[in-house]
């Protein structure tokens, strides 16, 4: 079954009325070019595309607010939007086949990388719903995503808070600008940069040290799980995700939670998806190798 979705004209939306535009306008809303060039490697007509700047103004105007009513939470703002577009890019290259991906799946993952998080806002819990909803609302309004607010939303949706049982109803497919478009791929690569984004620079030291007198003892565990893994980095040609970490201990449950992850989406993502297991490294330079189990 296919559900066709049509290119629609641009909408004739008034600059005044359309506060989008006036976020475009500011320039702390948008990267500086050249970053953005290496941000949006796969779309070399990056500069062109309207919703994708609108994503990123978005984003920047709601993202430093997410936080407010989460604060035992690691920070959701914008350099994790912009980490996890970052992890986007490891992922499709990780896959071995960066031709077969449109350019209607690109943007939809790119701006779903900027969105995904914008319902925190609301809250922690269903954030991923509130998110969707948020962007339907964004869409209904604006038109801001015309023929791509169907696929964004449903990336969005399925981000956090579902299974992979969930991700694998998504049977339908769905054509845009004449080309099938994989959903269930689309929304296990988003899954999957998110998750990777567990690093120290979820949880900056110093505002552990100011804050950590008030977080629950759940929040003090994850914190610490944060703060001891450095880096992640997907390395296709040795097969694996390296993540080096100052103590295995203290990031153990962590990455235990992202194996489980990888394990689960890594056959939505692709077949030949070359990283499949995790090579955890400490600062002795010992190596450990989280297999993941066949799906």
Not at 31 to 52: G, M, Q
Not at 100 to 119: K, M, N, P, R, V
């Amino acid at each position: 079954m296919y559900i066709i979705v049509n290119w629609f004209s641009e909408p004739n939306i008034s600059f005044r009325r359309n506060p989008l535009n006036s976020a475009m306008a500011a320039p702390d809303r948008i990267l500086p070019y050249e970053r953005r060039k290496v941000l949006y490697r796969f779309l070399p007509n990056f500069d062109t595309i309207l919703s994708l700047h609108q994503a990123e103004a978005i984003a920047h105007s709601i993202l430093p607010y997410t936080n407010r009513l989460s604060p035992n939470f690691t920070l959701h703002d914008v350099n994790h939007s912009i980490r996890v577009i970052e992890y986007i890019n490891q992922i499709i290259e990780a896959t071995k086949e960066e031709k077969d991906f449109t350019d209607s799946e690109i943007i939809a993952l790119y701006i779903s990388g900027w969105l995904h998080d914008i319902g925190m806002i609301k809250g922690r819990d269903m954030h991923a719903m509130a998110s969707a909803i948020m962007i339907e609302k964004l869409e209904k309004n604006w038109l801001m995503l015309r023929h791509l607010s169907m696929p964004v939303e449903e990336i969005v949706k399925h981000h956090s808070h579902c299974t992979s049982a969930d991700i694998e109803k998504l049977k339908t497919k769905i054509r845009i600008d004449g080309k099938d478009f994989n959903l269930r791929r689309a929304c296990a690569i988003l899954r999957l940069a998110d998750e990777s984004d567990m690093t120290l620079d979820r949880a900056p030291p110093a505002v552990d040290f100011l804050l950590k007198d008030d977080f629950d003892d759940k929040a003090k565990l994850n914190w610490g799980a944060n703060q001891s893994i450095k880096s992640i980095d997907y390395i296709p040609d040795d097969n694996v995700i390296l993540i080096q970490v100052s103590s295995i201990k203290s990031a153990f449950n962590l990455l235990m939670k992202f194996n489980i992850e990888l394990t689960n989406m890594k056959g939505f993502i692709s077949e030949e998806f070359a990283c499949r297991e995790l090579q955890i490294q400490d600062p002795t330079g010992r190596q450990i190798r989280f297999p993941t189990h066949p799906k």
